[in-house]
């Protein structure tokens, strides 16, 4: 049954346009079969075709990304703005790389590689994953006709607020949310109560919570400063170990597309029997 008087509803939402860079903030946003419109679209690669990430270049996460109507305006600390239309002249498409799921994308051009290429000092370029190209689920964990984008795997993180805060309880120095990178946060509810979920509606949309979310080092990189530590990988394992990898939030996938806003209620529509 529903927990439809649960108090539990969505405190914050983020859109990640391109994969690694920082996010932004919206009130609400549209969810069309890939998830959360425009999140993660865009992503850099490396000569070979492979994903680059902040795993390697933490300074990625200065990259801040203004979502317009028809481009995004991409900006860095004593960078000029650069501006990416949505719409691409016509390329060759790019055989591109992500966790091994090799994914056929657009080059967004010369322009914005030299841009990106010289904030990082690394050789890179910028693709797009257009409409046409399809990119399936893990079947693993999803249906048939699930899609996701260039995030690593799922179209939605979760994360509570509860959890955090059992974190930042347990640490020196208290950390934002932005360290863990979800789309969806949600507020009143125990800490970790989203281990346990299973299905949620969050107000129009239903969705499947289907793995939980092991953690890597993205999570040590200050965001607001691209400045590595050991924590909260540290702390975590103390008490979120489970095999070999850290767990800290819920991946999802969407049952319908529509419209979430912030302050939408959240609805428990199934749980685990087993604790994970």
Same mark, same amino acid.
């Given at each position: 049954?529903? %927990? ?7 405190? %914050? ?12 903030? $919206? ?19 490396? &000569? ?5 990430? @902040? ?10 990304? +203004? ?10 600390? &004593?960078?000029?703005? #650069? *501006?990416?239309? =949505? !719409? #691409? ?14 994914? *056929? ?16 000092? $690394? +050789? ?31 179209? =939605?993180?979760?994360?509570? &607020? ?7 309880? /347990?640490? %020196? ?7 863990? +990178? ?9 800490? =970790?109560?989203?281990?346990?979920? /299973? ?7 239903? !969705? ?6 092991? +953690? ?6 200050? @965001? ?8 909260? #990988?540290?702390? !975590? ?12 939030? @819920?991946?999802?996938?969407?049952? %319908? ?9 959240? *609805?428990? #529509? ?7």
């Amino acid at each position: 049954m529903a %927990e439809t008087m649960s108090g539990i509803r969505l405190s %914050e939402l983020y859109v990640y346009p391109i994969k690694s860079c920082a996010g932004v903030a $919206v009130e609400e946003w549209k969810v069309d079969e890939r998830g959360l419109r425009h999140d993660r679209r865009w992503m850099l690669v490396d &000569e070979s075709g492979n994903f680059v990430s @902040q795993r390697r270049h933490p300074r990625m996460a200065l990259i801040a990304v +203004r979502i317009e109507h028809d481009r995004l305006v991409v900006s860095a600390p &004593e960078m000029p703005s #650069l *501006e990416v239309p =949505f !719409l #691409l002249p016509d390329g060759k498409p790019v055989l591109t790389s992500v966790w091994g799921d090799l994914v *056929e994308t657009l080059p967004a051009g010369d322009e914005a590689n030299r841009w990106f290429g010289g904030f990082l000092g $690394v +050789r890179c370029r910028l693709v797009h994953l257009p409409d046409w190209s399809v990119r399936a689920v893990d079947p693993d964990y999803g249906e048939p006709d699930d899609r996701v984008g260039l995030a690593d795997g799922f179209p =939605f993180l979760l994360i509570s &607020e509860g959890s955090l805060a059992d974190l930042n309880a /347990r640490l %020196e120095h208290a950390l934002g949310m932005d360290r863990f +990178r979800p789309n969806l946060v949600v507020v009143g509810c125990e800490p =970790f109560a989203e281990d346990n979920w /299973r299905r949620v509606r969050i107000g129009p949309i239903t !969705l499947r919570v289907v793995k939980p979310c092991a +953690r890597c080092a993205i999570t040590t990189v200050d @965001q607001r400063t691209g400045i590595t530590s050991k924590e909260p #990988l540290r702390t !975590l394992a103390t008490f979120r170990k489970y095999g070999t990898k850290v767990h800290f939030g @819920q991946n999802l996938i969407h049952d %319908e597309t529509g419209t979430l806003r912030v302050g939408d209620p959240v *609805e428990v #529509l199934g749980r685990a029997s087993l604790e994970p």
